[in-house]
């Protein structure tokens, strides 16, 4: 079952725009995660922003959390071709079960057009 | 470090068929995982095992086995595949010290595997 649903499906930005990207869940969350994942490989962690966190911060990245809404956004400023790629959304309901437990969305595929 | 390698890399069988996806690590980490990848659908955890000798059933079990006899190695098997198990197949790690603190999952390149 999925919990978390990514919005758009798809988005195509100019290499430079700045880039926006949207997870939905469904049920109370502990933890999300977002990941990127290029075309022939495997997924590569980005940043994971808590339940009691509201704004977080990696390099070009900015992850906001909205629990209210059960949602986020994944910000990508500044954006490069080498950003093409696929994002995913990754929720983890139960503090007990860990990993184990993580759920992820269907992805936004970006492509920054040169 | 090599991180997460799967082998192989690509996989063709027959309806029926038996094979065996290898996964290694090189990080030392208790936990690992394997899951699916379809279009459309995300990942899906197939199995995953906190640590050696041990293993558990994800969301997607049915028709797959695995082992886990050595902390670097999560193998998973097909014992009769089927066309719904083409598929792309993940391996992940993560090391788990306190279940309060959650460790990202660390992904390998993936085995692209169609049964025919």
């Known amino acids: 079952s999925q919990q978390g649903e990514e919005d758009p499906q798809a988005l195509s930005i100019q290499e430079g725009e700045n880039a926006t990207m949207n997870c939905s869940y469904k049920?109370?969350?502990?933890?999300l995660q977002w990941y990127r994942q290029n075309s022939g490989r495997g997924l590569v962690h980005l940043i994971l922003i808590r339940s009691n966190e509201r704004e977080k911060h990696s390099g070009r990245l900015r992850v906001t959390l909205d629990t209210s809404k059960k949602s986020s956004s994944l910000l990508i400023t500044a954006s490069r071709a080498a950003d093409t790629a696929s994002y995913f959304c990754?929720?983890?309901?139960?503090?007990?079960?860990?990993?184990?437990?993580?759920?992820f969305g269907t992805g936004t595929r970006l492509t920054i057009i040169p | 470090n090599a991180g997460v390698t799967q082998t192989p890399k690509f996989r063709v069988l027959k309806t029926g068929q038996s094979m065996t996806l290898l996964c290694a690590q090189d990080?030392?980490?208790?936990?690992m995982y394997w899951y699916r990848q379809d279009p459309g659908m995300g990942l899906r955890l197939i199995h995953y095992s906190v640590g050696e000798g041990t293993t558990a059933k994800g969301e997607v079990p049915d028709g797959y086995n695995v082992s886990r006899l050595k902390k670097q190695n999560f193998l998973l098997g097909l014992e009769s595949a089927a066309p719904s198990q083409t598929s792309v197949y993940f391996c992940?790690?993560?090391?788990?010290?306190?279940?309060?603190?959650?460790?990202?999952?660390?992904f390998g390149n993936g085995t692209r595997l169609t049964v025919t």
């Open positions: 990754a929720t983890a309901a139960d503090l007990l079960f860990g990993n184990e437990k993580l759920t």
């Open positions: 049920t109370s969350i502990n933890n």
């Open positions: 992940a790690s993560s090391y788990v010290e306190d279940r309060a603190e959650y460790s990202p999952l660390h």
């Open positions: 990080m030392n980490h208790e936990y």
